[in-house]
């Protein structure tokens, strides 16, 4: 890989302060030593293997297996209709309720056999007999229809002023189509379940990126209370929204185990990770923008057509992206959707906004070219002060900062504006490309427990889940804030749902949920513990009344005279007390109204070569300058905007999911074929921390950093490329033969 510059801004270590350190994560050793127990590397006594027999065709009914396996006849009752939708975020399961087939890949038998060979061997002579229909396939695959939601809630319709008089009395317009694939999750661990009955308790090792969301779920479905059942979810291999709600292959993973009165370990194949387990919805989305002559927006219209399955509703919300953006005095967003023989789509890496932006970076990118203006100076000159569609103040907004570090940092000034005016002295074309990233801030509900012990050490724990971003180490920093100690004296529990729920890894909200809770545990064990001190004659701190005090290095000191304090286990010695407890809750409704748009934002800058003959692209460099409030450790955060980048290049020019419109089956599901981007695709990236200090999302002002990196980054990238080669393509992934231009007729 190329060298990937740090930050030359190190943060010294301050006495007493652990959040703002760019520590290694503490589960770094256990990873490459391969120690780090994952879901599918525990073996109890007497477990069985499973193996899932899926449906190769994508519409009817299975008529016949021949073999005796766990199928609709035969498997266990559940309590709940798996089909029952209870809330927008409860997404319907296919459990082998019955012999319908709703998409290729879905699960038509169990097999279970004491070996993995046997059971696959097994799962494998089935010889299923269908009665098959035509399937629906592709974006024109079927009857559209409104939407009565897109992604959680959005209104499928918004909008603010009239956008037909804006495009009427704009000098320039553009009306664009730009089209993107389905996409599949593809983390490097597959989805996986140990499960183990003993009466009515339920255990379970399998990834999760919400662990009480998983419990409850469960607990619904089998009827049995949630404490009732203990997941363990150490360590996720990845995620990236696939293992946010329980998946089908997971209950039916349980159901076996229940089934053999054993335990059973189930464990999906790379190929059928391209059904059951969702994935992004394709998109087709129609842009049309207007300016003034001084290059002012007068309309923007974002309407997207995208896919859901035939049995749920989950839209890919791409529009979202015009709600924030940009200034115009009129927004519309529109959405329509088809229902095809597909797995249900669900969240993935930025759902909305990743798939949005692209298509939206793209048309401001088109507007500028139309205009013969600087695409940042397009940028800057519709740089939305409050949030247009709502005309809502932003909680904070450091934007501007990006766009100016950023393109100092790359040296975009001196850009010339028309493409194809750049080579390096081998002679491929040079491009030179810039895309707006952006995703909201939010907070589910989360709560955290801490305890502060007579020897000076001290405990935080929290059903937190680290997919991979850092959490065990991102969230300790917090907690050893909270308690004024130092991170050695600290132990940090998490990632078992026997742990106050911490909410969910998703929507980029877990560090400002879980860490607030933390904070919140913390404050109250340090508010207990100087009630002690200040009423008890005894102590340096009596009567510190007012001024209060102050918690640092195991210690409380007065505010108003840091000469006098005293040790914690001091203060509870003298109280008799072993230990004290604190708990703490944060967030709520992720998705109600605030006051506050709350955002974090960023710029990114991408250097692409494209061969003039050949058309292949390389992606040289990418700079991205992020603002996402404070941040916890500037190590962590610089990885998940690099994660988040690369992401956003195998957007631009890698992922896509090819359907065969006859038999409706994913035809590349592995990843031979299903491209994500290697060592040799990732260019030289770098991440420059904006600062910004948000007064109004948290008290500690923690924005999210793991999904807005992709954000920005697959649109630079696609400019880049019309840049380097005056060819626009509006189909994503932007592939070789997009570029090449026919050398006769
Ligand atoms: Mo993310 S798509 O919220 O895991």
Not at 148 to 155: D, K, L, M, Y
Not at 177 to 205: C, F, K
Request: proline letters at 7%; one cysteine or more; glycine letters at 12%.
């Amino acid at each position: 890989m190329p060298e990937t510059p740090q930050a030359a801004i190190v943060p010294q270590r301050r006495h007493g302060a652990s959040i703002g350190q760019p520590l290694t994560r503490r589960d770094g050793l256990l990873k490459v030593t391969g120690q780090a127990r994952y879901a599918a590397d525990n073996h109890p006594p007497g477990m069985l293997h499973a193996v899932l027999a899926v449906s190769s065709i994508a519409r009817g009914r299975v008529t016949f297996l021949d073999v005796a396996a766990v199928t609709p006849e035969n498997r266990p009752p559940l309590a709940q209709d798996p089909d029952a939708k209870l809330d927008p975020l409860m997404f319907r399961l296919d459990v082998l309720q019955n012999d319908r087939v709703r998409y290729a890949g879905q699960p038509i038998a169990v097999v279970i056999a004491e070996t993995l060979e046997a059971a696959t061997g097994a799962a494998a002579l089935m010889s299923p007999r269908y009665e098959a229909e035509p399937p629906r396939v592709g974006l024109d695959g079927g009857d559209s229809f409104i939407p009565p939601a897109i992604g959680v809630g959005t209104p499928p319709e918004m909008r603010r002023g009239d956008v037909e008089a804006g495009l009427a009395a704009a000098e320039h317009q553009i009306e664009a189509i730009y089209e993107t694939p389905a996409q599949y999750h593809n983390a490097m661990e597959p989805h996986a379940i140990v499960a183990a009955w003993d009466g009515e308790r339920l255990s379970l090792d399998m990834p999760s990126q919400g662990l009480a969301w998983g419990q409850a779920r469960i607990a619904g479905l089998f009827g049995i209370p949630p404490e009732n059942i203990l997941i363990r979810s150490p360590f996720l291999g990845g995620g990236f929204g696939s293992k946010g709600m329980v998946s089908g292959p997971q209950v039916l993973g349980i159901l076996a185990a229940r089934l053999v009165g054993r335990p059973v370990k189930l464990v999906l194949r790379r190929e059928q990770m391209y059904g059951p387990v969702s994935h992004r919805g394709p998109t087709r989305q129609t842009l049309r923008l207007g300016a003034d002559r001084q290059g002012a927006l007068t309309a923007i219209h974002h309407h997207v057509r995208t896919a859901t399955s035939s049995f749920d509703d989950f839209f890919e919300p791409s529009v979202q992206v015009s709600h924030t953006l940009y200034a115009s005095p009129a927004i519309a967003t529109t959405a329509e959707a088809v229902r095809l023989e597909t797995g249900t789509p669900g969240f993935m890496r930025a759902p909305g906004e990743a798939s949005g932006s692209i298509a939206l970076e793209s048309a401001i990118d088109e507007m500028a070219q139309a205009i013969g203006m600087d695409p940042l100076e397009f940028r800057l000159k519709n740089y939305a002060e409050v949030e247009p569609i709502s005309g809502k103040p932003f909680s904070s907004k450091a934007l501007r900062e990006c766009y100016a570090q950023g393109a100092a940092r790359f040296g975009w000034a001196g850009r010339p504006v028309a493409p194809r005016q750049m080579r390096d002295e081998s002679g491929l074309l040079v491009g030179w490309g810039l895309g707006t990233a952006t995703f909201p801030a939010i907070m589910f509900q989360g709560q955290a427990r801490a305890v502060l012990r007579r020897d000076g050490t001290g405990l935080v724990e929290l059903g937190a889940q680290d997919m991979g971003q850092g959490a065990w180490t991102a969230l300790a920093q917090i907690a050893a804030d909270s308690l004024g100690l130092e991170l050695e004296q600290l132990e940090f529990r998490a990632g078992s749902s026997d742990l106050p729920d911490a909410g969910i890894a998703g929507g980029s909200s877990h560090t400002a949920t879980a860490g607030m809770a933390i904070h919140g545990a913390g404050a109250e064990v340090i508010a207990k513990l100087a009630e002690l001190a200040m009423g008890d004659e005894a102590s340096p701190l009596f009567a510190a009344g007012n001024a209060g005090v102050l918690a640092r290095g195991g210690r409380l000191y007065r505010r108003d005279d840091e000469t006098r304090s005293e040790s914690y286990a001091d203060i509870l010695s003298r109280a008799g007390l072993a230990e004290i407890e604190g708990r703490g809750s944060a967030g709520g409704d992720p998705f109600a109204e605030k006051p506050y748009a709350m955002y974090a934002h960023g710029a990114v800058f991408a250097e692409v070569k494209v061969d003039p003959e050949l058309g292949q692209i390389r992606t040289m460099r990418l700079v991205g300058a992020f603002a996402a409030g404070t941040i916890i450790n500037p190590q962590l955060v610089r990885s998940q905007y690099y994660g988040g980048m690369i992401w956003g290049v195998s957007f631009a020019l890698h992922e896509r999911a090819v359907l065969d419109p006859r038999s409706g089956r994913v035809m590349n599901p592995n990843l031979a074929e299903y491209h994500v981007p290697v060592n040799a695709d990732v260019p030289s990236l770098e991440a420059i921390l904006v600062e910004e200090h948000d007064p109004h999302v948290n008290a500690l002002g923690i924005k999210g950093v793991g999904e807005i990196g992709i954000t920005g980054s697959a649109g630079a990238v696609a400019n880049a490329v019309w840049h380097a080669t005056g060819v626009r393509v509006r189909r994503f992934p932007i592939r070789i033969e997009d570029l090449l231009i026919p050398a006769t007729h």
